[in-house]
């Protein structure tokens, strides 16, 4: 009789990936609450920014406490191009669609975002659709 191997998924999760996981979900789904709640009084461009500094002083603290560098030179002008486009349009369109939809259609749309870009890079691309996924 063949013994069987204990693959990594099948370990125990450890609980404080468990409590990561479940503050994640919980931030994250009260995230869009909150933007509905704050998008009555702030315009989509000024809560994107606000959006952007939060993420960057968490970055910050990450990168101080870790003791890393500043990325190299030749990166910097797709870290701006992403900045650019990521914040500068999709997080204000965001914001402004989230002030015209409820709370949980936005969350709904915005999570099914990995899972049809999944299906067209299947498609479209020919990745095709491996096990895990």
Known sequence: MAQHETSPV????PVTALAAALLTMVLWASAFVAIRHIGESVRPGSLALG?????????LAVVTVRREGLPP???WPGIVGMGVFWF?????ALNWGER????????????????LV?????FLLHEGFPRPL
């Open 10 to 13: 099948a370990a125990k999760t």
């Open 51 to 59: 959006r952007l500094l939060v993420g960057a002083l968490a970055l």
């Open 73 to 75: 030179r030749a990166a």
């Open 88 to 92: 500068g349009l999709y997080m204000v």
């Open 100 to 115: 015209h939809t409820e709370a949980g259609t936005a969350a709904l749309l915005v999570g099914a975002g990995p899972l």
């Open 118 to 122: 999944a299906l067209l890079a299947g």
